[in-house]
């Protein structure tokens, strides 16, 4: 018997956020709480950091990972990487936190305010409403996304450029990058080693262009809708449309974690520890070649692998919606499969071991089938026709019945007056027939006959039981 248990919508309970796939409302309640949560812990796992924090040790041996960051972007970092003010991680903090709750309350607003489906609102929320096969508004929502992003990016840029400047590893302290590089060639030579950058003009003015095109792409989405070549070859429907946000995710998580683990600019030494090396074999991870002590890992080697594994997660979640986008689903093929074990009279169980039987013969239970002499088929003249019901001996016992020591099944044949058939005639005798009944070897005879009267002509009757 196999439990299954799916929602009306036609996904599992465990596939999340499938369940709001046709309510537009809903699925953004279920994306701003997740923000929520999302700010929730990164406040409140910051200000838990700056509790057990330790000036006196590296950050790196004190297992944190969000305050490395925030002293990468130079927030309280003074010369040679000493923390010399610890009211900027709290303040960012509580920042997050607040951010959380406004994000919590917009998702409770929607929730209570508004219906789960905006095509059932009006005024200015019904714009907000999304069909998965609508391919201009997909693009619309796309291009805000990444304005989002390239906003992110341009932060980056202003906290490099005029808000405090950022954690140079090269000089071991923070300063104002005022020249970013902007020539074209110098940044795209670093197509072929994306990971070597080694200075903080050319980290910034990366940021910059990768802001500019984030704009202008989420620009272009907004006004121009998708072109009919694009809605030809790409696909729009809810798994198409997270298959392709999945990857996206898994790209930035691989290069987030390869950054992490090689370089020591965008990552400095003195906050994430020893760059580390990468062992290819069956389940790639990065480890430190310095690491003296087991199970002393440094922050980098924390964050290096779990950028890795979560990325690579991540990739496989892309692969498995777009084979669903595309229209092939494992559930129905193994359903397919299973019904076809079922058909050909197999157990319905996956893992079971086909058991042949083959009946042996055993010298303590012996079988041998009920033996009789019938009487001639061929109808003679004074001959009458008897039809006999079998009937089952009873016995208190099956051990041993007519000498036979064990005995599996024994019937035996009464002769009851049940006329079947007479031939016309005038009134003869029923011929007697002896009828030899038995089971495992014939010791028991049985003989019976009766006589009947003659009938005028050929009749049929029902078979009446008459008692013995």
């Known amino acids: 018997m196999n439990a299954t248990m799916t929602h009306p919508s036609g996904y ?65 970092v003074g010369a040679a ?8 991680f709290v303040a960012i903090g509580f920042i ?26 009006f005024g200015k929320a019904a714009k907000f409403h999304f069909a998965w096969d609508d391919a201009k508004t997909l693009g ?17 840029v202003a906290k490099a450029m005029v808000l405090g400047g950022l954690y140079d590893a090269t000089i071991n302290q923070v300063r104002l ?25 050319d980290l910034v003015g990366g940021h ?24 030809a070859r790409f696909l729009f429907n809810a798994d198409g449309i997270l298959s392709y946000s999945l990857f996206g995710i898994a790209l930035a998580g691989f290069a987030a974690s390869y950054y992490c683990g090689f370089n020591g600019l965008a990552y400095p030494e003195v906050f994430y520890g020893p760059t580390l090396q990468l062992k290819s074999a069956f389940t790639p991870f990065y480890f430190d070649p310095t690491q003296t002590e087991p199970w002393a890992y440094s922050s980098r080697v924390w964050l290096a692998n779990a950028h890795f594994y979560l990325a690579f997660f991540f990739l496989q979640g892309s692969l498995w919606h777009f084979q669903r986008a595309m229209g092939f689903d494992w559930a129905k093929l193994f359903q397919a499969w299973q019904q076809g074990r079922q058909e050909a009279g197999l157990s319905q169980f996956v893992y079971q071991t086909v058991v042949e039987i083959h009946p042996q013969a055993t010298p303590e239970v012996c079988y041998e089938p009920a033996f009789a002499t019938p009487a001639p088929l061929a109808p003679k003249r004074n001959q009458n026709y008897i039809y006999q019901s079998p009937q089952k001996v009873p016995s208190s016992s099956l051990i041993a019945l007519n000498g036979v020591r064990n005995t599996l099944y024994q019937v035996a044949y009464h002769l009851n007056s049940n006329l079947f058939y007479e031939v016309p005639n005038t009134a003869s005798p029923f011929q007697k027939t002896p009828l030899q ?20 002509s050929i009749v049929y009757e029902l078979s009446k039981a008459r008692a013995n």
Do not use: C
């Open 12 to 76: 599992p309970w465990w596939a999340g956020n499938a369940r709001f796939v046709d309510l537009s409302n809903t699925f953004i309640v279920a994306h701003v709480a997740q923000a929520a949560l999302i700010m929730a812990w990164a406040g409140g796992f910051t200000l838990f950091e700056v509790a057990k924090f330790s000036p006196d040790l590296p950050m790196y041996e004190q297992g944190l990972i969000l305050l490395p960051h925030l002293a990468t972007l130079g927030w309280g």
């Open 81 to 88: 990487g000493q923390i010399v003010d610890t009211f900027p």
């Open 96 to 121: 997050h936190l607040v951010a959380a709750g406004v994000l919590a309350w917009g998702a409770y607003f929607h929730q209570t305010k508004l219906p789960p489906n905006l095509d059932m609102e």
């Open 140 to 156: 619309i929502i796309l291009g805000h996304h990444l304005l989002v992003l390239g906003l992110g990016a341009l932060l980056l």
């Open 177 to 201: 990058v005022s020249q970013p590089t902007l020539d074209f060639a110098t940044l795209f030579d670093y197509r072929t080693h994306l990971f070597d950058v080694n200075n903080l003009e």
């Open 208 to 231: 910059l262009y990768v802001a500019a095109l984030l704009i202008l792409g989420g620009i272009w989405h907004i006004l121009v809708p998708p072109f009919s070549w694009v809605k």
């Open 437 to 456: 009944v038995g089971y495992g070897s014939p010791k028991a005879r049985i003989n019976h006959g009766e006589r009947f009267r003659a009938l005028p």
